[in-house]
């Protein structure tokens, strides 16, 4: 996870449609709160076609480089992502696998700040509903309420750096000094699933080839482990001199915002330039 900055104003289709879709369940609410409470409820159900509209998923997309908000992949051809609410919209859990509350933030259904960009497994195999606070006897539960009083357990990466409760040891990621909402997000995104270290594992071998290769000097006269390294690999001076530089492009973009596990880079290369 990194700090993510959204792109304003909030896209057309939560302003307009959105919007009025919102005076509707202010309204269900307000006619009968209890009736909204009732476990498996559907009152308050959002549109998916207003959130999940291709406008606001296109922005969520170019405002996080095309990264899940939460394990910093690009899900590829084969694993599609989804427009995340943080706080969830339908329901909530306090605890992981536990009693879904009803209702949930239905009021942020369409709000921009309440939206990312977030792989499938992070977001359905593993968040769900779940929105754990360190204090339930402050949680909002509807429209009027003032959501300033929440202390949620895991950090919204739009207005708090996640850099501050996570670290990582090579490909192993751990909480910052024990820090307990480090752990809640490993544990809420999963992200010490195994298919995802072994990514991480890969994205870091990758890393090390670009240093080496990006530290080889190809400049005249040639030195004998550039001349074995061009023979070698059977690159001319000029094919050899574009794979440096590639390599060394790779090396010094690695931990910007842009980069995939651009966070877990950080943490091992600090040096690395983030802007
Ligand atoms: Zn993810």
């Known amino acids: 996870m990194i700090?993510?900055?959204?792109?304003?104003?909030?896209?057309?289709?939560?302003?307009?449609?959105?919007?009025?879709?919102?005076?509707?369940?202010?309204?269900?609410?307000?006619?009968?709160?209890?009736?909204?409470?009732?476990?498996?409820?559907?009152?308050?159900?959002?549109?998916?076609?207003?959130?999940?509209?291709?406008?606001?998923?296109?922005?969520?997309?170019?405002?996080?480089?095309?990264?899940?908000?939460?394990?910093?992949?690009?899900?590829?051809?084969?694993?599609?992502?989804?427009?995340?609410?943080?706080?969830?919209?339908?329901?909530?859990?306090?605890?992981?696998?536990?009693?879904?509350?009803?209702?949930?933030?239905?009021?942020?259904?369409?709000?921009?700040?309440?939206?990312?960009?977030?792989?499938?497994?992070?977001?359905?195999?593993?968040?769900g509903n779940y929105f754990p606070l360190r204090n339930p006897a402050g949680r909002a539960k509807c429209h009027t309420d003032s959501l300033a009083q929440e202390q949620p357990l895991l950090p919204d990466p739009s207005t708090e750096d996640p850099a501050r409760y996570l670290t990582f040891r090579q490909d192993a990621i751990m909480p910052r000094r024990a820090s307990r909402r480090g752990q809640a997000c490993i544990e809420a995104f999963g992200l010490d699933r195994p298919e995802l270290i072994s990514r991480r594992i890969e994205h870091l071998k990758r890393l090390m080839h670009a240093r080496i290769i990006g530290g080889l000097d190809l400049s005249l006269p040639l030195n004998a482990m550039a001349t074995q390294f061009l023979q070698e690999a059977r690159l001319s001076l000029d094919e050899g001199r574009m794979l440096v530089a590639d390599a060394r492009r790779i090396w010094l973009e690695a931990a910007l915002d842009t980069a995939e596990f651009a966070g877990m880079v950080r943490a091992n290369f600090p040096h690395l330039p983030t802007v």
């Open 3 to 127: 700090r993510i900055t959204k792109s304003q104003p909030a896209p057309a289709p939560l302003t307009t449609r959105g919007t009025r879709h919102l005076s509707k369940l202010q309204a269900t609410q307000a006619a009968d709160p209890a009736a909204c409470q009732v476990p498996g409820n559907k009152l308050l159900e959002s549109r998916d076609g207003i959130y999940n509209d291709s406008q606001v998923k296109a922005r969520l997309l170019s405002d996080q480089h095309r990264k899940c908000c939460y394990c910093e992949s690009r899900p590829t051809s084969v694993s599609y992502g989804d427009v995340e609410h943080f706080r969830p919209k339908g329901g909530y859990q306090q605890v992981r696998g536990g009693l879904l509350h009803k209702p949930g933030y239905y009021w942020l259904a369409y709000s921009w700040d309440n939206l990312y960009f977030a792989c499938h497994l992070c977001n359905q195999e593993f968040k």
